[in-house]
């Protein structure tokens, strides 16, 4: 055999062996048992001539790839599993952020948002008897929940976008401070507390602390406040 100079380049000084990736996890699986199978066989004394190996050591063989076949379908299925559920739950949340609903149903729309008496009316009024429940408008955090001067009791939500909605006057209220809500979650009752001239849930919205009309507002998001109309059930209904 001839001797390598030692001024002879080494042709694989500085090279290094770029591992090939196996096509997937499951590949890996099935290949790791049937290198363990092999190791098994040749410690049992097996030879590369099929004919001397024992029945025991090809049932071991056998064995090991049904296993790794099982483990690898469990493994592929679970891992479609979780991708679905996760892409599932992707999509609720998306669906949730998206909902824009009434605050409530049968009410009558009355003191629009405008000066009234000398003085900005900063949101609307929908009469209800007193006791009728009222839900979010849309999903948010609870940030008030409680008394807030002539608004008598109050919640205040504010929703992903920064936006808030203010529901007074209530006569009771279903929420805590820091609670997560949906837009169709109870908040509250309505009642006649605070400035009030009598049983009616006061709207208000407000963005970037500023109060908005909610009727336009609301419109924009699939929501006729006027009209009590509801895109969101109108689309289900139709779909």
Do not use: C
Request: hydrophobic share 35%; aromatic share 8%; no cysteine.
């Amino acid at each position: 055999m001839r001797q390598r100079l030692s001024s002879e380049p080494d042709r694989y000084r500085g090279r290094r062996r770029v591992p090939t990736p196996p096509r997937s996890r499951y590949a890996a699986v099935v290949t790791t048992a049937f290198v363990g199978a092999g190791i098994v066989a040749i410690g049992a004394g097996a030879l590369p001539d099929a004919k001397s190996v024992s029945p025991s050591v090809l049932d071991e063989l056998k064995a090991a790839s049904t296993l790794s076949q099982d483990t690898a379908a469990r493994a592929d299925a679970a891992d479609r599993a979780s991708r679905d559920s996760t892409r599932a739950a992707g999509a609720e949340a998306a669906s949730e952020r998206e909902v824009w609903l009434l605050p409530l149903q049968g009410y009558e729309f009355n003191s629009p948002y405008g000066m009234r008496w000398g003085k900005l009316h900063t949101g609307v009024d929908l009469v209800a008897p007193e006791g009728t429940p009222y839900v979010a408008i849309h999903a948010g955090t609870v940030t008030k929940a409680g008394w807030f001067g002539g608004y008598g009791y109050t919640v205040i939500v504010q929703h992903a976008d920064g936006s808030e909605a203010i529901y007074g006057h209530s006569s009771a209220l279903s929420v805590k401070e820091g609670q997560q809500v949906k837009a169709g979650d109870q908040l509250g009752l309505v009642g006649n507390t605070g400035h009030s001239y009598g049983s009616h849930l006061h709207l208000e919205v407000h963005v970037k602390g500023e109060p908005l009309d909610p009727v336009p507002w609301l419109q924009e998001r699939g929501v006729d406040i006027k009209l009590q109309v509801e895109a969101f059930y109108s689309e289900v209904a139709t779909s």
